[in-house]
């Protein structure tokens, strides 16, 4: 199987099949990428009051639909993120799969069993990297018709180009499938990173770990038989696409301390974890109104987005939505221009020349004195 070069995850979540308008979201302008222009599409979080979690680019034909869905009680992963781009014209995809979450204990606990659900993450022992990847598309697409396993490869290099945080336990891994659909043959690859981290405790009992496990960045391709090649660069585009939008990680982030800050509440207040838990999710379902405008007030007393770095990050995910990249322009401060060119230049009268070529300078072939403007970071 043929190594992605350069991905990225599109989101982490469950994947979701649905029918948004073709451009909804989007925007007229999109780097073309194999004779397809990219647009913008909108990932919203309507349990958040609408706000947007993202942009992700997709081919301006094709339908595109998102889903994100918060369960308070999962104190250790609340949420859920799932986008799923499909081409109407043939069996062409891009998914985005929930990351594959698990744990277990050192010295192992007699009252956890396995495959249960504990908080977001699932109760049980360690699998082998590939072991657990293979496992994960079995219950995904393992009820296919005439299912069958192509191959699979080690991928070193994509945590890299997933800009995921380094780890040791970390494995880029690969796995490509083909089965068929409607009728037709389809082969289909995905792509993860395994990881797996110790957590110390002590305790009356002495040091103990929680091993958390599992496979995040879970993404795949999916094309008719024999396609998967020659459509990868429009494929790897779309996973690469992906920008977050700085305020909801912050509302994620509030969310998250929320959680982690009321269940160590309720250890300290005598309870193991399984009861714990227990307490926390019924508190959150009597009071879902009043943790929102907790959290609400903890934003706006941090001042979160009042900052300029969080200001600087908020701009720049709105000129990815708007297609344009705001560059410092010698002559007026700061200017916007097409997000599709990678290199702007000026004369200083107003007059601008956008080039994809490096080796490009108007200066050569024009009159006036023409300055590479850098993209404001």
């Known amino acids: 199987m043929a190594a992605l070069a350069a991905s990225a995850a599109v989101v982490a979540g469950a994947s979701s099949c ?24 909108t990932i919203v ?4 009051g609408g706000i947007p ?22 104190h250790s992963s609340p949420v859920t993120v799932s986008s799923h781009a499909e081409n109407p ?12 979450q698990y744990f277990y204990l050192r010295p192992a606990a007699s009252y956890y069993r396995p495959g249960q659900d504990y908080g977001g993450l699932i109760f049980m022992r360690a699998q082998a990297p590939m072991q657990a990847m293979q496992a994960v598309i079995q219950q995904t697409r393992g009820r296919s018709p005439k299912f069958q396993w192509v191959g699979n490869k080690d991928l070193p290099d994509l945590p890299a180009a997933l800009k995921l945080p380094a780890s040791p336990g970390q494995r880029g891994l690969g796995v490509k499938v083909s089965y068929e659909l409607n ?10 990173v395994f990881y797996s981290v110790e957590v110390p405790y002590d305790g009356p009992q002495g040091r103990t770990y929680q091993v958390n496990w599992g496979i995040a960045a879970l993404h795949s391709f999916r094309g008719p038989a024999a396609s998967l090649d020659k459509r ?14 700085p305020a909801w990680q912050q509302r994620l982030a509030a969310v998250n301390k929320y959680l982690a800050d009321e269940f160590n509440r309720q250890l300290q207040a005598g309870y193991d974890q399984i009861a714990a838990a227990g307490r926390l999710s019924r508190m959150i379902s009597a009071n879902n109104d009043a943790m929102l405008a907790a959290i609400d007030r903890s934003l706006q007393s941090s001042g979160a987005g009042s900052s300029a770095e969080a200001r600087s990050a908020s701009s720049k995910f709105d000129d990815y939505v708007r297609g344009v990249e705001t560059v410092d ?21 107003g007059n601008y020349r956008n080039a994809n070529d490096v080796t490009y300078d108007p200066n050569r072939t024009e009159v006036g004195n023409w300055q590479l403007m850098k993209p404001i970071r």
Do not use: C, M
């Not at 979690?53 to 999962?74: K, T």
């Not at 009728?183 to 993860?192: A, D, I, L, S």
């Open 329 to 349: 322009d010698p002559y007026y401060g700061t200017s916007q221009h097409a997000a599709t060119e990678q290199f702007h230049w000026t004369d200083g009268y």
């Open 89 to 100: 014209a043939n069996a062409e995809a891009v998914f985005g799969f929930p990351p594959a």
């Open 183 to 192: 009728g037709q043959p389809v082969e289909e690859e995905f792509y993860g």
């Open 232 to 245: 990868r660069p429009v494929f790897a585009a779309i996973a690469k696409s992906f920008r977050p939008n």
């Open 18 to 41: 649905g029918g948004g308008a073709p451009g909804s979201g989007g925007s007229s302008k999109g780097a073309v990428v194999a004779g397809e222009r990219l647009t913008p599409r």
């Open 45 to 48: 979080d309507r349990q958040q």
């Open 53 to 74: 979690v993202g942009v992700v680019a997709v081919p301006e034909s094709w339908r595109f639909d998102s889903e994100v869905v918060w369960d308070y009680s999962h």
